[in-house]
């Protein structure tokens, strides 16, 4: 059967180079289709490293001399009704956990960036490190885990004691080989070149991810105590599970009489859902977009497909009345063409392959999950645009086969 449709296709090169051509270029744009889409679900599905649920944002504000209630005070007389203010959220039941920082709460924009270099090394990350400037409990807010099982509680207390730590990747990312900062926990780090001051690494933590657009593998970040805060700090608090029904309107209420402390006010309340929509909105946006226009493509690429297949079987409609004249059945029939269009996709899938690779090389789909290639990545896609290929191609070829094979073979022939 393989040697007969082997020759059958040689036989009719001419027709089937043009309709391998059009498969090649079908089965390289349908991968590129399916590629595109299997980065934007790869990475938004990657781990985030970090967990908003229950998680709010309070601004502070600040009387102005124009206030009757201003009071003027001094530099550390803000500060600590800064963190007068965070204690007495701390003792609210419904309160979990509250933390201050500087350009470092999840879907911030605002950054602040650093770079370190291994004491008595040349291994060195400069470029994109960001650098979160937070009080301990910051990473209880929002749950960060060590690379090793530490949990929020104990990554607190290492910044307690004013060790940095690292997200994992800090060095695989910038040398595009295995280094895990897990293999540096207890070595010494000089800060941003400074030969003269450096920090210990308490621990590695797992990679903590920019937005749900953006590659855990190129979102590096070094966590560092801050004592000393200024009026523009951020103040997040984690609440309790069970108690976080109308947490916004009950904080409100409270806010003058027990969390206005000298110049400090609560001015906003913002839940990290909203901000988390608010801040990715654009990129809804796009990915939006992007999967309505891989929709039009395959929408286009499927009826083009099935045209020609429809357009080809209908064309043979005296051979298939010949092979039924001798004695063939209709699922015999239906094998045979089927067979043939099968056997010619498989035939030029091993080039769509090779182009699709140097596409994945070329970084074409990349900007969305940072690599250069990934085989896992290349070949589940070529599959899934094979298996569409083929649906395809049976669609094309089985409806029109079903039509021919039920006019009587005498009558086929003899309009022939």
């Avoid at 937070?134 to 509680?153: C, H, I, L, Q």
């Avoid at 984690?238 to 400090?264: H, P, T, Y």
């Avoid at 056997?343 to 789909?365: G, R």
């Amino acid at each position: 059967m393989n040697k007969k449709l082997l020759a059958q296709i040689k036989n009719e090169w001419r027709t089937n180079l043009w309709l391998g051509i059009e498969l090649l270029l079908v089965s390289v744009v349908m991968w590129w289709i399916i590629d595109n889409l299997y980065c934007i679900g790869a990475t938004y599905f990657e781990p985030r490293g970090f967990n908003v649920d229950h998680c709010y944002l309070i601004e502070m504000g600040h009387l102005t001399e124009k206030s009757p209630d201003f009071q003027e005070k001094p530099y550390q007389e803000k500060m600590d009704d800064i963190l007068e203010l965070v204690n007495r959220l701390r003792q609210r039941p419904e309160i979990e956990a509250v933390s201050l920082s500087q350009n470092s709460y999840p879907y911030n924009g605002s950054n602040s960036w650093t770079s370190i270099r291994l004491v008595g090394d040349t291994l060195e990350a400069g470029g994109i490190l960001i650098l979160r400037n937070v009080s301990p409990d910051f990473v209880k807010v929002f749950r960060y885990e060590g690379a090793n099982g530490e949990t929020p509680e104990q990554l607190a207390e290492m910044l307690e004691r004013g060790e940095m730590i690292a997200s994992d990747n800090v060095f695989t990312y910038a040398y595009k080989r295995p280094l895990p900062m897990t293999n540096y926990v207890g070595r010494r780090f000089y800060w941003q070149n400074d030969t003269t001051f450096s920090l210990q690494l308490g621990a590695s933590m797992k990679v903590v991810r920019y937005s749900d657009f953006q590659a855990a593998r190129t979102s590096r970040s070094i966590l560092l105590k801050r004592t000393m805060w200024a009026e523009d700090a951020e103040l997040c608090v984690r609440v309790r599970a069970d108690q976080d029904v109308d947490f916004i309107e009950r904080l409100k209420a409270d806010s003058e009489k027990q969390l206005r402390i000298g110049n400090i006010y609560i001015s906003n309340i913002r839940s990290f859902k909203d901000i988390r929509r608010n801040y990715q909105q654009f990129q809804y946006n796009g990915v939006r977009d992007a999967i309505t226009m891989v929709i039009f493509l395959l929408v286009n690429i499927f009826l083009g497909l099935l045209g020609t297949f429809w357009f080809r079987t209908q064309q043979r409609k005296s051979e298939i009345a010949l092979h039924k004249a001798h004695g063939a059945t209709n699922s015999m029939v239906f094998t045979r063409l089927l067979s043939e269009g099968w056997l010619l996709l498989l035939i030029i899938t091993p080039l769509a392959l090779i182009i699709d690779f140097n596409l994945a090389y070329a970084e074409l789909n990349a900007r969305l999950n940072g690599v250069y290639l990934e085989w896992d990545r290349l070949l589940i896609c070529g599959a899934i645009s094979f298996g569409l290929i083929a649906l395809m191609i049976a669609i094309g070829i089985g409806i029109p086969a079903q039509k021919a094979m039920k006019i009587d073979p005498a009558d086929a022939l003899h309009n022939e």
